[in-house]
């Protein structure tokens, strides 16, 4: 079972003591320790034990608490106990626990250590707040120690970096390739012939990436990388980092032996060459200037617009379509719009089916914010035309550009959802901070949703609320690192692979009943999959992916 919710919160922590550091003695006295401390602090506790000497140690609590301060708590108690494994609390993706009665991998079952009428009794009447807090408090001095390890406090690495202080060149972000090795741990036989050449690879792509032996160091232990950390668990803990630094020397030698230069593969050799005069091409470029400033303007249209949905069920989703319609606009250049359904379920976080529904209605509309052009043909999507309503064009024209960029929804957004986005996009923009109910005054969003947003974004520390009680964005959290804690760029790759096949099935039948199918097709490349290649840079989106 995951120890951590959807919300970044959990209901128990969970000590999982391993025999397989010290032997079964060291669990056994670790366990007697842990559970005099927890007796003396006021708790109650489930125990049970596995076939192959472990044991684990359930802690209910009455209420949820963030992820964060879980895995302090549990960091600081495994550095009092050895045997105390506390990797599970520290990973947001993969953390699991094996419950009392779950059949073991090496046979037999987990089996509880105690009647089943006490250990219902201590689940039906968990810990209370005051208990946790009397936990915290003891453990204050190792929390602070944990601490340490993340950049609320210096950080003291635990192998040699002098080596690696040399300029290294901007971060470019990750393959997604590799990327996945590094955080699920899986990798393709045919391309990696063993643990270590996949476990080299994320090295070597860490390097070029521009990333640091302390970056790198700092996503094991983070819990950022398991996939990464799991290929070292070959060595003894005292040892695993040492070989860490090994293999980092080789990717830089192996970096400064073959430098990079220019990617020919990266360039699809389908692409057609421009045929455009040089006039045709200055014009086309001033266009697009004007395209972008008409596109600025729509967007203050939009924010006068957006009244009209916020009474609605369907409101927020209706919103977050548009900003996907505006940013496919700027990142084209052009107010005319001809994306699929799919490319904007992926930057907007709905459903496709959803998609096509909204913006029937979208057009629809009386005053509408955008207009449908020509229907799909063959391959192609509708095209769409962003218009300011004439009722608005004055409003819209007198307004200030609104500074930075639109934004659809942004990938750690997909798992916190629309709600918390809208609120963060608030609060992003506001130069003051914002009480709740100015927020609900600015975002239109209901009482209690805007309140359960608001708890999401704070257990994630994306937001601050001060003494006063207004809110602010804690500058300091990065949305991209985030999101990679939740599995996002795996998500979506799976999303696309769907889709991708959605559209080969489309295009074999288009084969069979359209004669003029081969105007219609897109280059026989399109089809390969460059987005395995493509870096995810730290400011990556799901529009850019969606609409590349």
């Known amino acids: 079972m ?22 079964t003695d060291r669990v056994d006295a670790d366990v007697y320790l842990v559970t005099a401390w927890l007796h003396d602090m006021g708790a109650r506790w489930i125990a049970d034990y596995s076939p192959n000497g472990g044991r684990h140690i359930y802690v209910p609590l009455e209420e949820r ?16 106990h050895r045997s105390l494994d506390r990797s599970p609390h520290q990973n947001l993706h993969h953390g699991c626990m094996r419950t009392p009665g779950s059949v073991h991998k090496r046979g037999g079952h987990q089996m509880l250590d105690m009647s089943l009428t006490m250990a219902y009794d201590i689940a039906r009447r968990p810990n209370s707040k005051a208990v946790w807090n009397r936990l915290v408090a003891d ?12 950049l609320e406090q210096e950080y003291e690495p635990s192998i040699d970096t002098a080596f690696d202080d040399e300029a290294t060149a901007p971060v470019r972000g990750m393959s997604r390739t590799t990327l996945s090795i590094a955080t ?31 970056d790198v ?13 799991q290929f070292f668990a ?52 001033r266009g697009s200037d004007s395209e972008h400033r008409f596109i600025r303007t729509w967007r203050n249209a939009l924010a006068l617009a957006e009244v009209r949905y916020r009474d609605r069920r369907d409101g927020m989703a209706k919103r977050m379509l548009l900003r996907a319609l505006g940013v496919a606009a700027h990142m084209t250049g052009s107010r005319y719009v001809e994306f699929g359904t799919r490319s904007l379920a992926i930057a907007s976080g709905i459903d496709h089916t959803t998609v096509a529904a909204h913006l029937k209605e979208l057009r629809t509309e009386s005053e509408p914010l955008v207009t449908l052009i020509e229907s799909g043909r063959g391959t192609h999507g509708d095209l769409y035309t962003l218009v300011v309503p004439e009722a608005l064009q004055a409003d819209a024209s007198d307004i200030s550009w609104r500074k930075g960029k639109l934004h659809a929804l942004r990938p750690v957004f997909r798992e916190l959802g629309i709600p918390a986005a809208l609120l963060y996009e608030a609060l992003e923009h506001s130069p003051t901070p914002l009480s709740t109910t100015e927020l609900l005054h600015a975002t239109g969003i209901g009482r209690t949703a805007v309140s359960m947003a608001l708890e999401v974004l704070a257990a994630w520390n994306l937001v601050s609320r001060s003494s006063n009680k ?22 979506v790759e799976r999303q696309v692979a769907r889709y991708r096949a959605e559209r080969a099935v489309w295009r074999a039948w288009l084969a069979g009943h359209t004669a003029d199918l081969q105007q219609q097709l897109l280059s026989p490349g399109d089809d390969y999959p460059w987005h395995l290649f493509e870096p995810v840079t730290e400011d990556w989106t799901l529009a850019a992916y969606a609409f590349r």
Not at 65 to 80: C, I, N, Q, T, Y
Not at 470 to 491: I, K
């Open 217 to 229: 160091e700092r996503r094991m232990k983070q819990g950022i990388w398991p996939g990464l950390a």
């Open 234 to 285: 070959r060595y003894p803990s005292r040892h695993r980092f040492k070989a860490l630094e090994r293999d980092w020397r080789k990717a830089k030698a192996f970096l400064a032996a073959y430098p990079a230069g220019k990617n020919n593969g990266r360039i699809s050799p389908t692409s057609q060459p421009n045929t455009q005069p040089a006039g045709v091409t200055a014009s086309l470029t």
């Open 139 to 150: 453990l204050a001095p190792e929390i602070a120690a944990a601490r340490a390890f993340r």
């Open 65 to 80: 608490v963030p992820f964060h301060e879980a895995r302090e708590l549990v960091e600081a108690l495994g550095s009092r």
């Open 470 to 491: 207004s809110w602010s964005v804690v500058t300091g959290t990065s949305l991209a690192l985030l999101a990679e804690y939740f599995g996002v760029p795996e998500a």
């Open 2 to 23: 995951r120890i951590i919710g959807k919300d970044g919160t959990c209901r128990a922590i969970f000590l999982d003591f391993d025999s397989s550091v010290d032997g």
């Open 184 to 214: 699920d741990g899986l990798f393709d036989t045919n391309r990696y012939d063993s643990p270590s050449a996949a476990r080299q690879a994320v090295l070597v792509a860490a390097a070029a990436a521009g990333l640091s032996l302390l």
